[in-house]
Structures are given as structure tokens and as C-alpha cells.
């Protein structure tokens, strides 16, 4: 749990549409993020007669990656990663903020009297619109979403497009799971507020293959380490 506001918000945000069957857990995976402080949230894409099996694993992901799972048909899921990652964001602060009054006040946010606590929550969400914030996309390109990228495609677009309004610096990387030339993973942008260039290299998202979720999260941890993932088109893997 972080001790003060971090300056600087990381998010991950799994949208698939069933479960990991390739590799190593993705609930390990989720912990070790939000043990480097990345927030790990996940959004399913509901099907009918599916089951549910796929949801349960995602609310393990979120569990232990201190995030927000949202189940939606595919026509929410622009509208699902915009609440996502907001929510997301207040709900960092909000947990950042409640430690800081049980040190300082000895109460915690709950704790505090409704008057109160209703200023402190305006507030964050004032800070929530400041802070910088990076967000990875981790989507799932496995053979059962091919019928899925457009509107996947659609929503990230969408997404930075609503990054806009915020007064805070904000970017968006994007990884597929699995990759190309049997990989687990590809990175597709690396963090941009560019939309022309993000949407050029989402263009060239392919449908095909498992779901190696555990390997997608681990990729997605490792570009939030390294400078040499922002903006550079000579570290995307172009299918």
C-alpha cells in the first residue's frame, strides 16, 4: 500500500475475453506488479453460454493487483476502460490519503465524520485529475477475439482521446497477448499521448493463437521500468 500520493499513477488494464491457458498464473503475476506499485485492473468481455470460470480468474487478478474488475458485453467496453481506469486512479489516492489521516489523525478515511470526509473526497478527486498517469493496455489477441479488435482497437483510441481532460500528463502503452512468431507477448506502442501514432501501430493487431496471461502482466511490468519504452518505434514489434 503506498505510504503518500504518488506523483506518478502506473495502471495495467487486462481486457480478454476468457481465461490464461498458457504459462504460469496470472494471480502471481497481478501481485507482483502491485508490489512494484502497479495497479492491475481487468475487464472481461461477456459472452453468452460462457462460463465462469474466466470472470473468477480475473477477480484473483484484481485482488492481489489492488485494482477494479468490470464484467461488460463488448459494446461497453470503451465506456468500461474509461470507468476502469479512473476509478482506478481515485481508488489509489483514496487508499494513499486514508493512510496518511491514520498516521497523522489516527483515523482512517472511513472512519472520519460524513461532513468530512466529503471534502476530503472532492479533493481527491481533484488530485486524481493531476497526477500523471501512465496506463498499459494488456490485450488479449488470442483466436476467440477476432471478431473482438475492431471494437477493442476502437476503445483504447477512445481512451486516450478521454486523457485529454485531465489536467495531468497521461499516456497509454499497448501490449498483445500472445505475439507474433510464437512470443507470449508484443509490445504494440510504447507509452504515447500521441493518437495518430497509437492508432497507426493498433492497425497492425492480429487475432490468433492461446491466452498467456501471466506472460502479457510480466511484459507489461517490465516497460513501466525502462525509458527506452516511451515513444520509441524502433522497440515495437510490428506484426
Same mark, same amino acid.
Given at each position: 500500500?503506498?505510504?503518500?500520493?504518488?506523483?506518478?499513477? #502506473?495502471?495495467?488494464?487486462?481486457?480478454?475475453?476468457?481465461?490464461?491457458?498458457?504459462?504460469?498464473?496470472?494471480?502471481?503475476?497481478?501481485?507482483?506488479?502491485?508490489?512494484?506499485?502497479?495497479?492491475?485492473?481487468?475487464?472481461?468481455?461477456?459472452?453468452?453460454?460462457?462460463?465462469?470460470?474466466?470472470?473468477?480468474?480475473?477477480?484473483?487478478?484484481?485482488?492481489?493487483?489492488?485494482?477494479?474488475?468490470?464484467?461488460?458485453?463488448?459494446?461497453?467496453?470503451?465506456?468500461?476502460?474509461?470507468?476502469?481506469?479512473?476509478?482506478?486512479?481515485? +481508488?489509489?489516492?483514496?487508499?494513499?490519503?486514508?493512510?496518511?489521516?491514520?498516521?497523522?489523525?489516527?483515523?482512517?478515511?472511513?472512519?472520519?465524520?460524513?461532513?468530512?470526509?466529503?471534502?476530503?473526497?472532492?479533493?481527491?478527486?481533484?488530485?486524481?485529475?493531476?497526477?500523471?498517469?501512465?496506463?498499459?493496455?494488456?490485450?488479449?489477441?488470442?483466436?476467440? +477475439?477476432?471478431?473482438?479488435?475492431?471494437?477493442?482497437?476502437?476503445?483504447?483510441?477512445?481512451?486516450?482521446?478521454?486523457?485529454?481532460?485531465? #489536467?495531468?500528463?497521461?499516456?497509454?502503452?499497448?501490449?498483445?497477448?500472445?505475439?507474433?512468431?510464437?512470443?507470449?507477448?508484443?509490445?504494440?506502442?510504447?507509452?504515447?499521448?500521441?493518437?495518430?501514432?497509437?492508432?497507426?501501430?493498433?492497425?497492425?493487431? #492480429?487475432?490468433?493463437?492461446?491466452?498467456?496471461?501471466?506472460?502479457?502482466?510480466?511484459?507489461?511490468?517490465?516497460?513501466?521500468?525502462?525509458?527506452?519504452?516511451?515513444?520509441?518505434?524502433?522497440?515495437?514489434?510490428?506484426?
Amino acid at each position: 500500500m503506498h505510504k503518500s500520493i504518488p506523483m506518478e499513477l #502506473k495502471e495495467i488494464v487486462v481486457v480478454t475475453d476468457g481465461r490464461s491457458n498458457i504459462g504460469g498464473n496470472p494471480v502471481d503475476a497481478a501481485r507482483i506488479a502491485h508490489s512494484k506499485g502497479i495497479v492491475v485492473n481487468a475487464i472481461g468481455i461477456l459472452e453468452e453460454s460462457r462460463e465462469e470460470d474466466p470472470y473468477i480468474e480475473l477477480d484473483g487478478i484484481v485482488r492481489e493487483g489492488g485494482g477494479i474488475c468490470d464484467i461488460v458485453a463488448l459494446s461497453g467496453l470503451g465506456s468500461s476502460m474509461q470507468m476502469v481506469t479512473r476509478q482506478s486512479v481515485q +481508488m489509489t489516492i483514496e487508499k494513499a490519503v486514508s493512510v496518511q489521516l491514520k498516521k497523522i489523525a489516527g483515523h482512517s478515511l472511513e472512519e472520519i465524520e460524513p461532513a468530512s470526509r466529503g471534502k476530503i473526497i472532492d479533493y481527491i478527486r481533484k488530485v486524481g485529475e493531476e497526477v500523471n498517469l501512465r496506463c498499459a493496455i494488456l490485450l488479449d489477441c488470442s483466436g476467440s +477475439m477476432a471478431s473482438k479488435l475492431h471494437t477493442a482497437v476502437t476503445s483504447i483510441e477512445e481512451l486516450l482521446l478521454s486523457f485529454r481532460s485531465r #489536467k495531468g500528463m497521461s499516456s497509454i502503452a499497448v501490449l498483445a497477448f500472445p505475439g507474433r512468431k510464437g512470443q507470449h507477448c508484443d509490445l504494440i506502442s510504447g507509452f504515447t499521448a500521441d493518437y495518430e501514432l497509437l492508432s497507426s501501430r493498433l492497425g497492425t493487431i #492480429k487475432a490468433g493463437g492461446g491466452t498467456p496471461t501471466y506472460a502479457g502482466i510480466m511484459k507489461a511490468v517490465d516497460i513501466f521500468g525502462d525509458e527506452e519504452y516511451v515513444d520509441t518505434p524502433a522497440q515495437v514489434n510490428v506484426y
